[in-house]
């Protein structure tokens, strides 16, 4: 049996998303990758989308035991907090002409639009583990200093354009939960959103 991944599939539901929005771009799969903006290999200009930290969420972190109607919080589900650096990177190449600079500009422009589109992300585009699950909330970080103290983390990279996102919530079921939990819908509230999964 292959264990759940809910963190891996929220990476792979933002990619998945990013490369429909960039549909008319005829892009390559490796153009737009999961690693950090240091590790990004392409064959021409791309997106790198980077976790770069996981958090639980504050608002459920005291809710858990409730919203599984079980009394006992080891079985309640861990709900969690990702935040991903979005990156654009230019052609490859010895210099960077104005060209490849404007091409790097619109592309994180389309896909800021494509998340923008996508700020709440429900069935059919969630996949794995999340599919069938609660909507994610997909929202841009304010706080700038998240972008540069990723950055410094870089010391052989130079800076490029890039917005940091979150995505909540992320669940993770506990596995201690009984099979025959009669326990149908976990609901949860982000916001002023109301989110519901069928379990």
């Not at 990758?33 to 064959?43: K, Y």
């Not at 700038?144 to 917005?163: C, G, K, N, Q």
Request: hydrophobic share 40%; net charge negative; glycine share 6%.
């Amino acid at each position: 049996m292959v264990a759940s991944n809910p963190i891996g599939d929220a990476g792979r539901t933002l990619r998945s998303l990013l490369l429909d929005g960039m549909e008319s771009w005829s892009v390559d799969d490796e153009q737009i990758a999961l690693v950090s903006p240091a590790q990004f290999e392409a064959d021409g200009s791309g997106l790198s989308l980077h976790l770069y930290r996981v958090t639980e969420n504050a608002h459920w972190a005291n809710e858990r035991p409730s919203i599984t109607g079980t009394r006992d919080p080891a079985a309640a589900p861990l709900v969690l907090h990702l935040s991903y650096l979005l990156t654009a990177h230019p052609a490859d190449g010895d210099t960077v002409e104005t060209a490849d600079t404007l091409e790097q500009h619109h592309m994180l422009s389309v896909a800021m639009q494509t998340f923008r589109e996508h700020r709440r992300i429900g069935d059919p585009d969630l996949v794995g583990a999340l599919a069938g699950g609660p909507t994610l909330e997909l929202t841009v970080e304010d706080a700038e200093e998240h972008v540069h103290d990723v950055w410094s983390t870089f010391a052989d990279t130079p800076y490029l354009p890039s917005i940091s996102y979150g995505v909540t919530p992320v669940v993770i079921e506990s596995e201690d939960v009984p099979v025959d939990q009669r326990v149908l819908t976990t609901r949860f509230e982000h916001d002023t959103h109301e989110l519901e999964a069928e379990r």
